[in-house]
């Protein structure tokens, strides 16, 4: 299985990039949930939609807010009045919150999906009952 979401399907579900932006997108994404499910979406007859979705979301916070975005803007930290005083967060710390934000946002969509053979998606181990 190579995509999770097709270029057609992207398109359908409103995306804007071109072949080419996509196709490097949806690796990224592809890999991330990859990640995530430890690889088990690879493994399935038929892609659920809800990892769609999820390579939907991904791409796109992927494309805000990726590394190379991160790392080109600054961010207002914290901002005190009467003494002024002002801080800004490093693109490193940025960059984490974003990843963390994003393998959350992946999780809640793929939270209860399971692979063909009744695994959920996102188990990682443990006795399950």
């Not at 890999?31 to 999820?54: F, S, Y």
């Not at 992927?62 to 005190?80: D, M, Q, R």
């Amino acid at each position: 299985m190579a995509e999770y979401l097709s270029y057609e399907e992207y398109l359908e579900r409103g995306g804007t990039l071109d072949e080419t932006a996509y196709a490097a997108l949806e690796a990224r994404a592809r890999a991330r949930i990859d990640a995530l499910t430890h690889g088990r979406v690879r493994g399935m007859a038929e892609v659920p939609w809800e990892v769609k979705e999820a390579t939907m979301s991904a791409m796109a916070t992927i494309a805000s807010c990726g590394a190379e975005a991160l790392a080109s803007t600054g961010a207002l930290a914290s901002f005190t009045t009467d003494g002024y005083s002002e801080s800004y967060q490093g693109a490193e710390e940025r960059i984490r919150a974003v990843n963390r934000a994003l393998n959350r946002e992946i999780e809640e969509l793929l939270a209860g999906v399971t692979d063909d053979g009744g695994t959920p998606l996102t188990y990682a181990g443990g006795l399950m009952t």
